[in-house]
């Protein structure tokens, strides 16, 4: 007869009846998904930098512009392997019952990979508006998408939250 193992519920009152390695692998999953989707665009990003170094017009591009060029790739690798770290971490902890580690790991990661994506992406836009249409317009391009990155991925989400915490000490539990 197998010797039966309960693992204690957490006790947080969040309204889920989850164990501790229960949350910590519901929070992986959550993890490993937001990992798959920053990287498929990242790998777009740096896919699309790669190949402009093969076109024949990039020989035209000045030397401010191939350094912008250079730093762009340099954080497309930089991003790629933040957002990859966690996936390695997890490979050599494998099975050595460090997920709620290897969980927090992984959001630090996510947080810097988005930081850095933000970076590529208001790079990327600089750096074509700049070939397109000039400096002028490269500024302006690119300090617009920075201004709508901070307001989607900082400003919105911490006023959600924000609200939500005062949501839940007004009723002194989660809605």
């Not at 501790?20 to 959550?30: G, H, L, P, Q, V």
């Not at 060029?69 to 497309?76: D, G, P, R």
């Not at 957002?83 to 490979?91: E, F, G, M």
Request: aromatic share 6%; with cysteine.
């Amino acid at each position: 007869m197998p010797l039966e193992h309960h693992e204690p519920r957490d006790g947080r009152v969040d309204g889920r009846d989850e164990t501790r390695n229960e949350r910590a692998d519901r929070n992986w999953s959550d993890v490993l998904q937001e990992l798959r989707v920053l990287q498929t665009g990242t790998q777009i990003l740096t896919g699309f930098l790669l190949a402009l170094a093969f076109q024949p017009a990039f020989s035209d591009l000045s030397t401010e512009q191939r350094t912008l060029y250079l730093v762009l790739i340099v954080l497309s690798a930089l991003s790629a392997v933040v957002a990859l770290a966690p996936v390695a971490l997890h490979r050599l902890l494998f099975a050595r019952r460090t997920k709620p580690t290897v969980v927090r790991f992984g959001h630090g990661c996510l947080l810097v990979a988005l930081g850095s994506v933000s970076l590529l992406l208001v790079g990327v836009v600089a750096f074509v508006f700049d070939v397109v249409l000039g400096s002028a317009a490269s500024w302006i391009s690119s300090g617009a998408l920075a201004v709508v990155i901070l307001m989607m991925w900082v400003v919105v989400p911490l006023t959600l939250r924000r609200d939500r915490n005062r949501d839940r000490d007004r009723s002194g539990r989660t809605r």
